[in-house]
């Protein structure tokens, strides 16, 4: 009986060790994956922030560009607004008046 005993105990701590260097080989190959999504994140993240960098580069440059062109058509929007305002003064205090009219009862109320 105690050589069955024995024998159990060996097969036992057998056991453990091939569990436990199973496990610690298991926990190596975790750690080396983890490493490589790591990486990969991080690769991913880099490439992520200089296209950003790139995309806001290239809208202020087209801003820059457009916005000559809208800054020119505004121009020539308040100067014929100007004149406008010039020839016939009464239809434009009028409306005015009316916005900030409405606007007031807009903004007033509860």
Same mark, same amino acid.
């Given at each position: 009986? =105690?050589?069955?005993? &024995? +024998?159990? !105990?060996? %097969? ?12 610690? $080989? ?29 995309? =806001?580069?290239?809208? &202020? +440059?087209? !801003?820059? %560009? ?12 308040? $100067? ?31």
């Amino acid at each position: 009986m =105690a050589f069955l005993s &024995a +024998r159990a !105990l060996r %097969h036992a701590e057998t056991v453990s060790e091939d569990t436990i260097d199973n496990l610690s $080989r298991q926990i190596s190959l975790l750690r080396r994956e983890l490493a490589s999504v790591s990486e990969a994140v991080n690769d991913y993240s880099g490439n992520k922030l200089e296209s950003v960098q790139h995309s =806001a580069l290239a809208l &202020a +440059r087209d !801003l820059s %560009h457009n916005g000559k062109d809208i800054a020119r058509h505004v121009s020539r929007q308040a $100067r014929f607004a100007s004149k406008t305002v010039q020839s016939n003064p009464v239809p434009v205090v009028v409306a005015l008046g009316t916005i900030a009219l409405l606007s007031a009862f807009l903004f007033t109320r509860d």
